[in-house]
C-alpha cells in the first residue's frame, strides 16, 4: 500500500544551521506530495507542495524536490531559525475514489539560539 | 476569507459515549475529510466529504461516522467510544478534488478528544 517514510527525529540545530529532513515514499501512480508543519498546539500548515515528477516546491526558505527515480521528497532548508522549530510531516496525496492524504510519522525539529 | 475552523477545542468523554465533533470549511471549499492523530503519530485518514456524500474511507470502523450539509460543514460522530480513541480529530477542506490527487487540503486546528 502507499506509504510514507521520514527520517527519525527528533533533531537539534544551532540557529543558522542547515537542515535536511529525509522523506521516501511507496506510491502506486503518481502522487502528489507535501511538506505540513505542526507548531504546538496547533493544526496543520501547508508549507510546500509538488505535483509531479522534478517540481521543487519552496516557501520560506524550505525546498523540496520530487524526485521520481529516488522515489524521495527531502525537506532543505539553508538557514534554520529559532521560529522554525516544531513538527514537519512529509505526505503524499492519491486520489482512491477520494483524494487522500498518507502522513509520515513526523519529525520534531528544535533549534536552539 | 476565513480558514477552518472546529469546534470544541477540547472534549474529555467517558467510555462508552458518543461524541459530535464539527468543522466548517474554508470559504470557497466544497470538499471535508477527516483525519484522527494520536499523539505522537502522524495523521490518518478516517474519510471525505464532497457535496454531502462519503466519497472515501480509511480503515476505521463503522462507529465512525459523518454528515457533510449543505453549506459544506460538517460533522463527525463517534460512538461506543473506546480509551484508543483519545486522539487530535483534524478536519480538512479543499476546493473540489474529485478525480484529483493535486488539490491542497487546509487544515483546521483540530479537537483534542480524551476518552477516560
Known amino acids: 500500500g502507499d506509504s510514507v517514510t521520514q527520517m527519525e527525529g527528533p533533531v537539534t540545530l544551532s540557529e543558522e544551521a542547515f537542515l535536511t529532513i529525509n522523506c521516501t515514499y511507496t506510491?502506486?501512480?503518481?502522487?502528489?506530495l507535501f511538506w505540513y508543519v505542526q507548531y504546538p498546539g496547533e493544526g496543520l500548515q501547508l508549507l510546500l507542495k509538488?505535483?509531479?515528477?522534478?517540481d521543487k516546491g519552496s516557501n520560506k526558505g524550505f525546498e523540496a524536490t520530487y524526485r521520481k527515480e529516488t522515489t524521495s521528497f527531502h525537506l532543505e532548508k539553508g538557514s534554520v531559525q529559532v521560529s522554525d522549530s516544531a513538527v514537519y510531516f512529509c505526505?503524499?496525496?492519491?486520489?482512491?475514489?477520494?483524494?487522500?492524504?498518507?502522513f509520515g510519522q513526523g519529525t520534531r525539529l528544535t533549534i536552539n539560539p | 476569507e476565513t480558514g477552518v475552523t472546529q469546534s470544541p477545542t477540547h472534549l474529555i468523554k467517558t467510555r462508552g459515549q458518543q461524541v459530535t465533533l464539527r468543522c466548517s470549511s474554508q470559504?470557497?471549499?466544497?470538499?471535508v475529510s477527516w483525519y484522527q492523530q494520536a499523539l505522537g503519530q502522524g495523521p490518518q485518514f478516517i474519510f471525505q466529504?464532497?457535496?454531502?456524500?462519503?466519497?472515501g474511507r480509511g480503515n476505521f470502523p463503522p462507529r465512525f461516522s459523518g454528515l457533510q450539509f449543505p453549506n459544506y460543514s460538517s460533522e463527525l460522530n463517534v460512538n461506543a467510544l473506546e480509551l484508543d480513541d483519545s486522539a487530535l480529530y483534524l478536519c480538512?477542506?479543499?476546493?473540489?478534488?474529485?478525480?484529483?490527487?493535486?488539490?491542497?487540503?487546509?487544515f483546521g486546528p483540530g479537537t483534542r478528544l480524551t476518552v477516560l
Open positions: 466529504y464532497y457535496r454531502e456524500e462519503e466519497n
Open positions: 470559504s470557497g471549499h466544497n470538499t
Open positions: 506510491a502506486t501512480g503518481y502522487p502528489s
Open positions: 509538488a505535483t509531479k515528477a522534478d
Open positions: 480538512a477542506s479543499s476546493r473540489d478534488s474529485r478525480g484529483w490527487s493535486t488539490d491542497t487540503q487546509y
Open positions: 505526505a503524499l496525496s492519491v486520489f482512491q475514489g477520494a483524494q487522500k492524504l498518507v
